[in-house]
């Protein structure tokens, strides 16, 4: 797998993985992706885990010890879930150390529930936080209303953030804004700066299956504007990051906030398998791929130098295209948000039964 993964980590994309499981952890195939495939990092949300405690038997000693201990489900949820994450940080460590603080990061979300409570978002990335215990931890936030001002809050009160379920451009804009918001009061707070890393998960795949639903089959647009989408994204990204605002957080070692390609499965069998990676290839970008796609590159991706920055004015058309053709762009991407808060809300509550049925057959 080693030389296409190396040839896409020497363009500037960090290699992630979009998986955990205690399976993975235990027979060492995380590490040995980290050893010998080039992956620097490691994303976790709760579809994730509800499918990890579903298949295997690995957690069954845990979910005895809490059953005995007469953890509550969602106490036992919560052990269960961080103990995979502090044990794939440590897993990851070296890369981190390696890079400096840059890779090596480990993702874990708050309670998808609390995506529209701003309080309860802050007190439950904090939480975590002390759980995992693991300077390499990445809490991940929903880019919601509701989550901005929670983004800001947990980056000054120094700790590391991963922004997750973006889909529109203003909405990244504004993530980049409570970015370097929480910055400037980590600063004034005492914090070092260059401790706090973040990361602003902007979703690919998604973008296409929804404007594809609604440009019906066989359009040409088909199949266009998920790419055209995150190549604006890091347009954006570079405008905000040339800022006088943001030099001063840089001359105070402050690294930037990476944009982040998630959702790079690709959905259409029509498609490409590999096209969300090898179209989105610019330095200083991440890409959390499932292992499938992962290995569909290191199969047979090619790696350009760079695919975005010289097609600003493709993408820009593109979506002109796609709103003449009667697509508001604006209603998709509210409609995925909240259809991406709904999912991870449904995934969460069937972690949740999972791991009460487990307790119940333990005690």
Not at 13 to 30: H, K, M, P, T, Y
Not at 149 to 175: E, M, Q
Not at 268 to 276: G, L, T
Request: hydrophobic fraction near 45%.
């Amino acid at each position: 797998m080693s030389d296409k993964l190396a040839e896409l980590t020497t363009a500037g994309v960090a290699v992630w993985l979009d998986d955990l499981s205690r399976e993975r952890l235990a027979s060492g195939s995380l590490d040995r992706l980290r050893r010998e495939d080039h992956v620097s990092g490691v994303t976790s949300n709760p579809t994730i885990f509800a499918k990890a405690l579903a298949e295997g038997s690995d957690y069954a000693e845990q979910v005895k010890d809490l059953a005995t201990r007469g953890l509550s489900v969602e106490e036992a949820t919560r052990m269960l879930t961080t103990y995979d994450v502090r044990w794939a940080c440590d897993v990851m460590r070296p890369a981190f150390d390696t890079s400096h603080g840059l890779d090596g990061r480990v993702s874990i979300e708050v309670d998808p529930r609390l995506a529209d409570r701003t309080a309860e978002t802050i007190a439950e990335a904090k939480g975590l936080w002390w759980l995992v215990d693991r300077e390499n931890l990445f809490i991940k936030i929903p880019a919601t209303l509701a989550g901005l001002p929670a983004i800001t809050a947990t980056l000054a009160a120094g700790i590391s953030v991963n922004v997750t379920l973006i889909f529109s451009l203003d909405r990244y804009k504004g993530v980049m804004d409570a970015f370097l918001a929480g910055l400037e009061q980590a600063r004034a707070n005492g914090h070092d700066v260059s401790k706090i890393a973040s990361v602003a998960s902007f979703f690919v795949s998604r973008v296409d299956t929804e404007i594809d639903k609604r440009l019906g089959d066989g359009h040409p647009l088909a199949g266009k504007a998920a790419v055209a989408n995150a190549r604006l994204a890091y347009e954006a990204y570079e405008h905000v990051f040339a800022s006088a605002r943001w030099q001063a957080l840089a001359d105070a070692g402050a690294r930037p906030q990476r944009p982040l390609w998630a959702s790079t499965g690709v959905k259409n069998p029509a498609y490409s398998d590999v096209m969300y990676v090898a179209d989105l290839v610019a330095p200083g970008t991440v890409n959390t791929m499932p292992q499938a796609t992962m290995e569909a590159f290191a199969d047979h991706g090619v790696t350009l130098p760079d695919t975005i920055t010289g097609h600003y004015a493709d993408a820009k058309q593109v979506m002109a295209d796609i709103a003449a053709a009667g697509v508001d762009y604006d209603d998709v991407v509210d409609h995925l948000e909240r259809d991406g808060v709904v999912k991870f809300e449904t995934s969460w509550n069937e972690l949740l039964a999972s791991v009460e049925a487990q307790l119940k057959a333990a005690r």
